[in-house]
C-alpha cells in the first residue's frame, strides 16, 4: 500500500489532483473558521448542547453551525435542491427528456440545480437566523435591517461556494466533491474527541468501542463492496468486413447501488420541517402548540425521528437506483452488441428479469442503510454518560467516511492501473 501510495504520488497528474482536493478541503476548514458578524457565540454553543437534531447538522457542516461561520449551511441547499430535480425529473417531461439526453442532458439538469440551490440558500439562512433570534442569540433580527441581510447573505453566499467546491473537486480532483465536504466535516471533529477521552480515559469501553468500529467497518466495507454478477454471453458477430468473435464477461449489480446518498437525502429531508417548526415554535396559539409538537417528535433519540430516519433511507434507496441503473436501457444496450443472459430471451424478458435482481438485491442494502443510520441511537445508548460517546461518529459518519475512502482508493487504483502500477486492492 506503501508503494502504491508513493507511485501515486510520483505521477504527476495523480499527485496534481490529491494536492488539489487537499487544498480545497483545507479551503473549507478555513473558511469553517470565519465568523458571521453579530451572533453571540456562547450562548449558540450552550443552546446547540440542548438540540440533538442541530448537532446533528453541526456534525456534518464540521462545527460551522456551532460557531455560525460562513460555511455553517454546507451542502444542504445542495442537496434539497438536487432531490427537487430528482423527483421532477420522474413527473416532468422536459426533465425527462434531458435525462435522456446523455452528457449535455446531465449539464443541463446540473445547471438547473446550481439556480435553484441559489434561493433555498437563501430560504434556509433566513430560517436558520429566525430560529437563532428567538433564542435571543441573534439581536434585532429584522430584514428591513441592513446587518440582518449582511447575515443572509453571507450564508447563502457561504453555500453557493461550498457547492462550488465540491463541483471544483468532482471535476478537477478524485472522488465525489458534495461527499469529500461532508466527510472533511465529519473528520474535522475527531481531533476533539480523541482529546475529551484522552484526558478522563475509559479504558474497558474504550476497547468495546474500538472493537465495535472494527466490525462495523469490516461490515460496511462487506456490504458496500458486495455484487451480484450476472452472467452475459455475447454471440460472434460480423461487422463490415471484420468478425467479431464471441465471449462470456458478467454484468456487476451493486447491492448498494446508491451508496450514502440515500442516508444525506433523508437527513437533508427531516432538517426542513424542524426548521419551519423551530421559526414557529415561539408563536401564541395552535401554530406555536403544533410547531413544538413537531420539534419535539424529531427528537433524534425519539421513536418518531428512528422510524421516519430509516422508512426515508429505504425508501430513497429504492428510488436512487431506480434513478440511477435503467434495466429497459441495459437490455437494449445488450440487444444491441448481441449480448444475452443465458436462459434469458432478449428484450423485454431481460428487462423483466434485472428488473426482479435488482429489486431483491436491493431490499439487502435498503435494510443496510436503514440500520446503519438509525445505528447511532443504539451506540448512545450504550456508551450514554460516557466520553466515548461524544466522538459523534455514529454509523451514518462512520458510512459515510469508509465509503469516501474506499471509493477514493479505487478511484486512485484505476488510475494506477492505467500505469501499470501495483494499486491498493489486489
Not at 165 to 179: C, D, H, K, Q
Not at 307 to 315: I, R, S
Not at 359 to 388: H, T
Request: glycine share 10%; hydrophobic share 50%.
Amino acid at each position: 500500500m506503501f508503494d502504491a501510495l508513493v507511485n501515486a504520488i510520483r505521477t504527476p497528474d495523480i499527485r496534481r489532483r490529491i494536492l488539489f482536493v487537499a487544498g480545497m478541503l483545507i479551503l473549507y476548514r478555513a473558511l469553517g473558521h470565519v465568523p458571521v458578524p453579530g451572533v453571540d457565540r456562547g450562548q449558540l454553543q450552550s443552546f446547540l448542547g440542548t438540540q440533538p437534531f442541530l448537532q446533528l447538522i453541526n456534525l456534518f457542516s464540521g462545527g460551522g453551525l456551532a460557531d455560525l461561520s460562513i460555511v455553517a449551511l454546507a451542502m444542504t441547499p445542495y442537496i434539497n435542491a438536487s432531490i427537487i430535480m430528482q423527483l421532477m425529473s420522474g413527473v416532468v417531461p422536459r426533465l425527462q427528456q434531458l435525462s435522456r439526453e446523455g452528457e449535455y442532458g446531465r449539464n443541463r439538469i446540473n445547471q438547473y440545480t446550481r439556480y435553484l440551490t441559489v434561493p433555498l440558500a437563501f430560504l434556509q439562512s433566513y430560517g436558520t437566523l429566525a430560529i437563532l433570534s428567538q433564542q435571543q442569540i441573534i439581536t434585532n433580527f429584522d430584514l428591513a435591517r441592513f446587518e440582518t441581510l449582511i447575515q443572509m447573505f453571507t450564508l447563502a453566499g457561504g453555500a453557493v461556494l461550498v457547492m462550488w467546491l465540491g463541483e471544483l473537486i468532482t471535476e478537477r480532483g478524485i472522488g465525489n466533491g458534495i461527499s469529500f465536504i461532508i466527510f472533511a466535516g465529519i473528520v474535522a471533529g475527531l481531533p476533539q474527541g480523541l482529546s475529551q477521552f484522552a484526558t478522563s480515559p475509559d479504558i474497558a469501553q474504550g476497547v468495546l468501542f474500538a472493537i465495535l468500529a472494527v466490525v462495523a467497518v469490516a461490515v460496511i466495507v462487506y456490504i458496500q463492496e458486495g455484487q451480484r454478477r450476472i452472467p452475459i454471453q455475447y454471440a460472434s458477430r460480423v461487422r463490415g468486413r471484420r468478425m467479431y468473435q464471441g465471449g462470456a464477461t458478467f454484468l456487476p449489480l451493486r447491492v448498494n447501488q446508491a451508496g450514502v446518498i440515500p442516508i444525506i437525502f433523508a437527513i437533508s429531508i427531516l432538517a426542513f420541517p424542524f426548521q419551519i417548526a423551530s421559526y414557529f415554535a415561539g408563536s401564541i396559539g395552535v401554530v406555536g402548540d403544533i410547531a413544538t409538537g413537531i420539534t419535539q417528535a424529531l427528537d433524534p433519540r425519539g421513536p418518531i425521528y428512528i422510524a421516519g430516519y430509516f422508512l426515508l433511507t429505504v425508501g430513497f434507496t429504492y428510488f436512487y437506483t431506480a434513478f440511477t441503473f435503467k434495466p429497459d436501457e441495459t437490455a437494449d444496450q445488450l440487444r444491441k452488441n448481441g449480448g444475452f443472459i443465458p436462459g434469458i430471451r432478449p428484450g423485454s424478458p431481460t428487462r423483466d428479469y434485472l428488473a426482479r435482481v435488482v429489486f431483491r438485491i436491493s431490499i439487502a442494502g435498503a435494510l443496510f442503510l436503514g440500520l446503519v443510520a438509525v445505528s447511532p441511537v443504539v451506540i448512545e445508548s450504550v456508551f450514554r454518560g460516557s466520553v466515548v460517546a461524544n466522538f459523534a461518529l455514529g454509523g451514518t459518519a462512520l458510512l459515510i467516511v469508509v465509503s469516501v475512502v474506499v471509493e477514493t482508493m479505487k478511484q486512485i487504483e484505476a488510475q494506477l492501473m492505467m500505469r501499470n502500477y501495483e494499486g491498493f486492492i489486489r
